[in-house]
């Protein structure tokens, strides 16, 4: 069954200095993104993060994989600039820029609030798919185990990782048996008998493997060997090492200049940018759920 | 002749990626046949089918039902006109009674309550589920389940019902029972297409074989003369029943024109009626 979607949690297979090399190395750089973009609020700090994030996704060629997740994240963060902006997650007092009708306002805590927010998520995703869509699930999963994760614990993760393009491919099916009885594949009305299937399918499923997995001595005491062997090169102790610099120097450096970082009183905003962007980012998000609606009713 | 029920036309299909799964089919299936179509795994009789209710649309080529081009309906439009019934029944029903479950389709199709209930009477007759309505489809045994899958596209009433698979999983007794509604389905002027490796079924029970291999078409006849080629048959690896296979091997050059049996009782008779002669 070709389904024609694909979800862009899977690897996208490609032969870059990325793809090449070791999972941990990049997890280092995952690590390293996540401490530095929960450190600072500073939108340029998150800004300069994010573009050597999409640098290293033309590295690695999996811009297609890439913009799938940002179609989504995308529309989210730009709501968040709407909503902080009228309503920061700030203590008073709040500096307006511009007056709306009413009580509303947009205010420049706001916008900083919003615009660190949405940077933030764009940083932390880039480097995460990088990490996730060019590395082999498996590949990563023998590393985490060799730096002392639980076996079952990885196992638990590779096998919800494999079910989810099975029950992709069962819904397909299902949704097909659905139609043939002439049901209107659109609405609330069509996901209820399509998707009792699916579930009692996944739950059968996920019982029979685990009878065919205790038959097999799951569980057993022993050391686990994978098929899968990541190597570990020079090149890869340098990327690794390089990411843990990365991530130390940045963090004392933020640490060390805090306050000048802090742009939460300082940032000037003139009334027509911050409307422009407000509006701007509310069109962007309603843009999106009405390609979403369009795209449900069309189904 | 009569209009044919189902025609394909020079009918290709390409999958996403490439993958041709059917090339220049062409086939006419009359009111009220049994037709099997067998082939190895993915020599394209499921493709096919899918064909048949417009789950699939065709890359190129005709597909007609009852005289008119399937290709400006919908799946929905054509469900009152071809019935597909799953393989596995799990992947078909949902409903928490087997009541509700004959209700779905014809509801679908937005027939009349009246007629509705009608309709459920009729298939539970039929398919013999009295003491089911109420169960839930879930909580009877696989065989059962396999027939209000059928049960619940009989309820919608098409002319044409492609079986995927009907006898697989089920012990003597059930595939016995779909044998017989198969016969009666065609008794009460249906035309019945099963996609099976069921070689028993495909011998006594179907009237016309379609044999695929590698996206085509390579044999269309009566089982008796598919069944004979044994050259067509070892080329797609199929294996007749093994009365059939016997009396091939018996058949000897100088009566190459003797029977070919496709059940034993129909062996047996011959036999008797040879020792009488």
């Not at chain 1, 800004?47 to 050597?52: A, D, K, Q, S």
């Not at chain 1, 996920?206 to 057993?220: D, H, K, Y």
């Not at chain 1, 062997?229 to 390089?242: E, F, N, R």
């Not at chain 2, 050259?231 to 009396?247: D, G, N």
């Amino acid at each position: 069954m070709h389904s024609g979607v694909s979800i862009p949690i899977t690897l996208i297979p490609g032969n870059s200095i990325i793809h090449r090399a070791n999972p941990l190395s990049k997890m280092i750089w995952v690590v390293g993104y996540l401490i530095l973009a929960f450190f600072t609020r500073n939108p340029l700090v998150l800004g300069v993060l994010t573009i050597i994030g999409l640098l290293l996704v033309q590295v690695a060629h999996i811009w297609r994989g890439f913009l799938l997740v940002l179609r989504v994240l995308l529309p989210i963060g730009l709501m968040l600039i709407v909503l902080q902006s009228i309503a920061p997650a700030f203590p008073r007092p709040w500096f307006t820029v511009v007056k709306l009708v009413g009580g509303l306002a947009i205010y420049r805590e706001g916008i900083y609030s919003g615009l660190s927010l949405l940077l933030r998520i764009t940083s932390v995703t880039t480097i995460a798919m990088l990490l996730i869509q060019t590395t082999h699930p498996s590949d990563l999963f023998t590393s985490l185990q060799k730096i002392g994760m639980p076996y079952v614990l990885n196992f638990i993760f590779t096998m919800t990782l494999q079910l989810i393009p099975i029950l992709q491919q069962e819904f397909g099916i299902v949704l097909n048996a659905q139609k043939s009885r002439g049901l209107k594949g659109t609405g609330f009305g069509a996901v209820l008998p399509s998707m009792v299937p699916v579930f009692v399918g996944a739950i059968e499923r996920v019982q029979q493997l685990s009878i065919s997995l205790e038959s097999r001595a799951f569980g057993s005491q022993g050391i686990k060997t994978s098929y899968r062997d990541v190597a570990v090169t020079p090149k890869d102790y340098v990327i690794g090492a390089l990411g843990a610099i990365f991530t130390i120097a940045g963090a004392v450096w933020i640490g060390f200049n805090a306050s000048a970082l802090d742009w939460s009183r300082t940032l000037v905003v003139s009334p027509i940018v911050a409307l422009i962007l407000v509006l701007g980012s509310f069109l962007g998000f309603f843009i999106f759920i009405a390609v979403v609606v369009r795209a449900i009713l069309q189904a | 002749m009569a209009t044919p029920i189902l025609k394909v036309e020079n009918l290709q299909h390409v999958y996403p990626g490439g993958v041709v799964a059917l090339r220049d089919v062409n086939l006419e299936i009359k009111p009220a046949e049994i037709i099997g179509v067998i082939g190895q795994n993915g020599s394209g009789k499921t493709t096919l089918v899918k064909h048949f209710n417009n789950l699939l649309k065709p890359t190129s080529g005709k597909v007609y039902f009852n005289g008119t081009d399937t290709a400006p309906l919908t799946i929905q439009q054509m469900a009152k006109n071809v019935g597909y019934v799953y393989q596995n029944p799990n992947q078909q029903l949902f409903a928490r009674t087997v009541q509700e479950e004959l209700e779905f389709g014809p509801r679908n199709l937005g027939v009349s309550e009246e007629e509705i209930q009608e309709r459920c009477e009729a298939a539970v007759e039929f398919f013999g589920l009295q003491d089911l309505r109420e169960k839930h489809p879930y909580r009877i045994g696989f065989p059962l389940r396999k027939l209000v899958g059928m049960a619940s596209i009989y309820t919608m009433r098409p002319a044409v019902f492609i079986l995927d698979e009907p006898t697989t999983g089920q012990d003597n007794v059930t595939t016995q029972t779909v044998y017989r509604l198969i016969h009666r389905l065609r008794d009460e002027g249906a035309t019945v297409i099963c996609v099976a490796h069921d070689m028993i079924l495909l011998a006594e029970v179907v009237d016309r074989l379609v044999v695929l291999r590698d996206s085509l078409v390579i044999a269309d006849g009566l089982p008796r003369e598919v069944f004979a080629n044994h050259t067509l048959l070892s080329s797609s690896h199929l294996i007749p029943p093994q009365i059939t296979e016997l009396s091939l091997r018996m058949r000897t050059d100088k009566d190459a024109s003797s029977q070919i049996y496709l059940s034993v009782d129909e062996y047996v008779n011959a036999v008797k009626k040879s020792r009488m002669k």
